[in-house]
């Protein structure tokens, strides 16, 4: 609860003085309730007791409370209530709220036998009861006003968690634990477990600032997503051009290195890299395929030299060549006649992207060494045997330099780790339930053998 402004506590304390000088002088009807902050009290000579309870409830009073007719003696307030059931501690509410006013009255509730109960007085058992309910009924209300506070941030993130797939297929639903959490803090208040309650609640900023968290990455990541592929779809028609002239030309038939073909398998992984979140791998592919268009682009210039050196003399073979016009503009746009400044850049910097990607699958392979070994270290599992597969050709294509090859071997690798880890590790949820398990064990065990 935020802390009252002293001078409206001033203010508020020369209103009641005033008000209680005008009983002093003469009776009159009133009412005061339980409120949020305290009472609320309302007073007058002519409107009725049942008019001023209204009055009261419309100004933040609550249902419970007292009305009747009240008097002054000295600095005591008496109330004569025309309800039943007063509550007991609405003295000792009196008494804080004046006080914090600087009011040093205090109030008693008349009885049917003409004794007064007073707020430092003995209570009776039946009181006592009524005490402890009125109690637990302030403390439910305060604990739902507190995450009523909070019910639109959780709506939000909820919703924009949802609408975002956020932990679709996530081991932790943060946003699912949420709505769970709300549901078991009602039911908490409900039952009268304050203490629990207390624990959801606090907890509750926490969540919802993790799913913002998420829901912030979420959004950068599909942002960069779409300028990656924003990128690669200006290189799409320059990249179906010359994998089409290579395969026209056969360029890369016979040959050991087929650039052509992992081009084409470049823009897979690249795209497969942006669908996983894997930026920097994705950067990495997108930023070589210039170079990879490049070589393409020399290594057809070089076949189309050689083979007009070769034909010269073949004039129907040019007649023929020359007949589909569609086709050849295509291969006359790429053939370059020798290896400009520009291209030479572009090849080295296509070698310094492949390095840069080695590095960073170097990288991942020893951030991941310890998971790594527990599972080849485990030879009865299912996994072992795809692991040591999956690093044999990693090692195998790395060392042919087939690097965006080596990669995808290097993606399975993770997936099996993945999977591995979500078999053989158990969530906090799952060990939770197996300690609350043991506990009942015990308490069973020591029901049956006390002396254990």
Same mark, same amino acid.
């Given at each position: ?141 305060? *604990?739902? /006003?507190? %995450? !009523?506070?909070?019910?639109? &941030? $959780?709506?939000? @993130? +909820?919703? =924009?968690? #949802? ?64 300028? *990656?592929? /924003?990128? %690669? !779809?200006?290189?799409?028609? &320059? $990249?179906?051009? @010359? +994998?089409? =002239?290579? #395969? ?205």
């Amino acid at each position: 609860m935020a802390k009252a402004d002293p001078k409206k506590l001033k203010k508020e304390g020369e209103e009641l003085k005033a008000l209680f000088a005008k009983i002093k002088k003469k009776q009159h009807n009133c009412a005061i309730l339980v409120a949020k902050d305290g009472v609320v009290i309302e007073a007058h000579i002519k409107k009725s007791p049942e008019v001023l309870m209204k009055l009261a409830k419309k100004n933040g009073g609550t249902a419970k409370g007292a009305w009747g007719t009240i008097t002054m003696d000295g600095a005591v307030l008496i109330l004569d209530p025309i309800n039943d059931k007063v509550p007991s501690t609405l003295p000792k509410l009196c008494k804080s709220f004046f006080g914090a006013r600087g009011v040093k009255n205090r109030l008693e509730i008349k009885e049917p036998d003409d004794t007064a109960s007073q707020a430092d007085g003995a209570i009776d058992p039946l009181a006592a009861v009524d005490n402890a309910v009125d109690e637990n009924t302030q403390k439910a209300e305060a *604990l739902k /006003a507190r %995450l !009523d506070k909070l019910a639109p &941030k $959780i709506d939000a @993130v +909820i919703k =924009a968690a #949802e609408k975002l797939k956020l932990y679709e297929n996530a081991s932790n639903d943060t946003a699912g634990s949420l709505k769970a959490a709300r549901q078991e803090l009602l039911s908490a208040i409900e039952k009268g477990d304050f203490a629990i309650a207390e624990n959801i609640l606090g907890a509750i900023p926490a969540s919802i600032a993790a799913i913002e968290k998420d829901i912030a990455e979420k959004t950068a990541d599909t942002n960069r997503a779409e300028a *990656l592929k /924003a990128r %690669l !779809d200006k290189l799409a028609p &320059k $990249i179906d051009a @010359v +994998i089409k =002239a290579a #395969e026209k030309l056969k360029l890369y038939e016979n040959a050991s290195n087929d650039t052509a073909g992992s081009l084409k398998a470049a823009r897979q992984e690249l795209l497969s890299a942006i669908e996983k979140g894997d930026f920097a791998i994705a950067e990495n592919i997108l930023g070589a395929i210039p170079a990879s268009i490049a070589a393409i682009e020399k290594d057809i210039a070089a076949f189309k030299a050689k083979q007009a050196d070769g034909d010269d003399s073949d004039s129907s073979s040019k007649s023929e060549d020359t007949s589909d016009s569609g086709e050849r503009n295509v291969l006359d746009d790429l053939v370059v006649q020798g290896v400009s400044d520009e291209r030479k850049a572009q090849m080295k910097k296509f070698d310094e992207a492949q390095a840069k990607q080695k590095k960073t699958m170097a990288r991942w392979l020893e951030r991941n060494k310890q998971d790594i070994n527990i599972v080849l270290k485990d030879k009865k599992s299912k996994y072992n045997k795809d692991l040591v597969k999956w690093i044999s050709a990693y090692k195998k294509l790395l060392k042919a330099d087939r690097v965006a090859e080596a990669q995808q071997a290097l993606d399975e690798v993770a997936l099996v780790l993945k999977a591995y880890a979500k078999d053989f590790k158990l969530s906090s949820e799952q060990k939770s339930e197996i300690f609350a398990e043991l506990d009942k064990i015990k308490d069973r065990l020591s029901k049956l053998m006390p002396n254990i």
